[in-house]
């Protein structure tokens, strides 16, 4: 029981960091209808930008105070944003309205390059930063099991449900989200009320990128160390996450990201810690066989 | 005289079709002008050249004066166009009031219009919480031309508004344009292939055939050619 319990601890806040990869996933496929392969390696960016203002800060190795922390995400978010729009602009917009197997091949290549230019500036080596947030609260004791819930996952639930909860305002409230919720209805039709489709666009990059940054901070500082790869496995899973949940539906990328982290942290500790990734992209494809809309997808509707 | 809209030599088409060839036209200020023509002639794709989508290939299209010929489409739109278009387009997960409100947000403005559209529309205030999605295909269509209107447009495109309707909602919504018309002053372009209906309420109109026009002139001169009857309206015996 107490194990269990302890599982369901880091299934969850592993799960977060899936789910905000996800929604970028799914945003940029409702809105242009392509898998941006590139954006678990966007995920990597924010990473290894934390990792870099946490050297500059001078923080690592020790405890490090809220202060500086939310720095470190800001600094994340905005630089991870900058190379979120770039790639979109590079790579996909010169391609719009080519075949559909185009943007696809680009998000492929700019995967690769994003990869190889970290490998070649950061170095090839994995980057410990030691504990930047120690400690944690013990839940409970049974026979001689503490449950842990440590601080950084306190604040990796934290920080991704307020992230959450702003960006679910952002879509449902303001003109920005409307606007961004219209293109992915209709685009040509937003373009005929007078709404700039390619800056919607643009700003569902930069949103998504600036979440994935999020997610490569808390990865940062849930696991200490990070390399230029962790992008991939990362992004595989959040997109396993997005399609899980339904591909298009932004509650759906959390609820499936919350799923894939609940099934690998549940099935290293009761099976084979070896298998972990193989229960993962089983659901993958259990899902696209059996269930292709996923949890809460829509049935895709013929337009007349 | 300084027309509102004005066309000239226009050409344009998808690929390697050519849809539209050499069109002229005007619209004046407080007129409504109508396109009739045959399924297929290029109405559609004139309302769309006139917004940016296709591009126009060759010639030139004024509005109040200024080229817009080579606007992307939202910069057109913001100048004071707003389309109705074919198949009504719709936003189906979004509300009634937030497919209004897209009208006006889109440009900047903050929907002081509404009164004025649910009044013009009252059953678009019967369903105002609705998705628009499970509308019905009138309510629909009132909803694309209550949008159009959000905005305050200088001309308003109108692509078959009558198309798959009842007589009954197709006579509510002829009858709405007439009173824009005539209350407000609304500039109107409307796309028909309800020839008769169309040239009753404009005051002119062209005929569109295989993108090239045809035949201009009055509402009421071209409803009594005999050559339209005999296209358009079903015979003279109609």
Request: aromatic fraction near 8%; include cysteine; glycine fraction near 12%.
């Amino acid at each position: 029981m107490a194990y269990a319990l302890q599982q369901l601890i880091n299934g969850v806040s592993l799960g977060m960091i899936y789910g905000l990869i996800a929604v970028g996933y799914t945003m940029v496929y409702g809105i242009i209808g392509m898998i941006n392969f590139a954006h678990g390696d966007v995920f990597m960016v924010g990473a290894f930008v934390s990792l870099i203002t946490v050297l500059l800060l001078g923080i690592g190795g020790g405890a490090a105070g809220p202060g500086a922390l939310l720095l470190v995400l800001l600094a994340a978010m905005a630089v991870t944003a900058l190379y979120g729009w770039t790639v979109e602009r590079v790579a996909y917009r010169p391609l719009r309205g080519s075949f559909r197997l185009a943007p696809l091949i680009s998000a492929i290549g700019m995967s690769i390059l994003l990869q190889n230019y970290v490998q070649v500036a950061q170095g090839a080596r994995v980057k410990p930063t030691g504990t930047l947030v120690p400690g944690g609260v013990t839940l409970m004791q049974s026979e001689g099991f503490n449950v842990q819930f440590s601080y950084v996952q306190m604040l990796i639930c934290v920080v991704t449900l307020g992230v959450l909860a702003g960006f679910t305002l952002l879509v449902t409230r303001t003109p920005l989200g409307r606007a961004m919720r219209a293109c992915e209805q209709d685009r040509k039709m937003a373009a005929l009320l007078g709404i700039d489709t390619d800056r919607i666009i643009s700003l569902t990059f930069v949103i998504g990128a600036a979440l994935a940054a999020v997610a490569g901070c808390m990865y940062l500082l849930r696991y200490g160390v990070i390399d230029f790869y962790i992008g991939f496995l990362a992004g595989v899973k959040a997109f396993t996450a997005a399609v899980l949940g339904g591909i298009g539906s932004l509650p759906g990328a959390v609820l499936g990201g919350l799923l894939i982290g609940l099934i690998e942290t549940f099935w290293s500790a009761y099976f084979s810690a070896q298998y972990k990734d193989v229960a993962a992209f089983s659901i993958l494809i259990l899902t696209l066989v059996f269930m292709p809309t996923g949890l809460l997808g829509r049935q895709e509707v013929e337009k007349v | 005289m300084n027309a509102l809209l004005r066309m000239e030599g226009v050409c344009a088409g998808y690929g390697a079709v050519q849809a539209l060839n050499d069109v002229s036209l005007h619209v004046d200020q407080g007129e409504i002008v109508t396109l009739i023509g045959a399924n297929g002639a290029g109405k559609s794709t004139l309302l769309m050249t006139l917004c940016g989508e296709p591009r126009a290939r060759a010639g030139h299209i004024t509005f109040d004066g200024a080229e817009i010929t080579a606007l992307p489409t939202h910069a057109i739109m913001r100048r004071g166009i707003a389309q109705s278009p074919e198949g009504r387009r719709v936003f189906p997960r979004m509300t009634v009031q937030e497919n209004l409100m897209m009208g006006a947000e889109a440009l900047g403005q903050p929907g002081d219009e509404l009164p004025r559209v649910l009044e013009l529309f009252p059953r678009l205030r019967e369903r105002f919480a609705q998705r628009a999605g499970t509308l019905s295909g009138g309510e629909q269509q009132m909803l694309a031309i209550g949008r159009a209107l959000m905005s305050r447009p200088r001309l308003l495109l109108l692509d078959e508004p009558s198309l798959g309707l009842a007589p009954l909602v197709v006579k509510q919504i002829f009858g709405a344009i007439r009173r824009l018309n005539a209350t407000q002053g609304m500039t109107v372009l409307l796309v028909e292939q309800n020839a008769n209906l169309a040239l009753r309420l404009a005051h002119r109109g062209y005929v569109l055939v295989n993108g090239r026009i045809t035949m201009a002139g009055t509402g009421a001169g071209l409803l009594a050619r005999p050559e339209i009857r005999d296209a358009y309206l079903g015979g003279a015996a109609h």
